[in-house]
């Protein structure tokens, strides 16, 4: 089962874009980098096209999405060693930085459904964000995230890299559902796991979880 199932650089372009002014207050203080190596981040690594809407040029560069269980979350689009775009969100807070336009967007509670890179995460793992956002997968492994209204859209492919060692089923829980949100497939969890899923896919149970693909 694909991870389509289960839920090209161009030349250096520069960001002479205009974006809208999100809600936020710009005087919320910076938050601090969070640090990828502490235990719980899964983190996934590929390239993408971003279009901030119709007939404007295409972007291509490096993607980072990196989501914490506990709700925290980073996304980095970069064309190394030039950033194009940092967001992150915390628990009661978020940010994000536009560096072609040296603007940056701070808040308190759930972020601006506007905003593309505050949305990606919770539309990689299939949740439904109560947004215009809306991500198919139009190839084995390619996935398509669009504005319906506005159209600006992201595209690309992603391949985890990083993962916790073991997951604690919570109530409610699938095999394909936490495969999902880590971005591995089902088969792979079962592999790890001895015996069928129905002796190990209990609520309160932790189960193992595959090794990460090597970053590309």
Not at 116 to 127: I, S
Not at 135 to 149: I, N, Q, S
Not at 165 to 193: D, F, R
Request: charged share 15%; hydrophobic share 40%.
């Amino acid at each position: 089962m694909t991870l389509r199932h289960r839920c090209f650089l161009a030349g250096l372009l520069p960001l002479t874009l205009s974006f809208p002014i999100f809600g936020g207050c710009r005087s919320v203080r910076p938050q601090p980098p969070m640090n990828l190596s502490e235990p719980g981040w899964t983190i996934r690594q590929g390239q993408a096209v971003w279009r901030t809407k119709p007939h404007s040029p295409d972007i291509a560069g490096e993607l980072l999405v990196a989501m914490h269980r506990d709700g925290r979350s980073v996304v980095q689009f970069f064309k190394p060693p030039l950033p194009f775009v940092d967001a992150q969100r915390d628990t009661n807070s978020w940010q994000v930085r536009f560096y072609g336009q040296n603007k940056r967007y701070a808040g308190r509670g759930p972020p601006p459904k506007r905003i593309l890179w505050l949305q990606l995460p919770e539309g990689l793992v299939g949740h439904q964000t109560g947004t215009n956002w809306f991500l198919t997968w139009p190839g084995e492994e390619a996935w398509h995230f669009e504005d319906l209204v506005t159209e600006e859209m992201l595209e690309g492919f992603l391949v985890t890299t990083a993962l916790p060692q073991t997951h604690l089923v919570q109530s409610g829980e699938t095999l394909p559902g936490i495969a999902c949100w880590y971005g591995v497939t089902p088969e792979s969890i079962q592999t790890v796991n001895p015996g069928p899923a129905s002796a190990w896919l209990k609520a309160g149970n932790p189960i193992n979880l595959p090794v990460a693909a090597p970053r590309p």
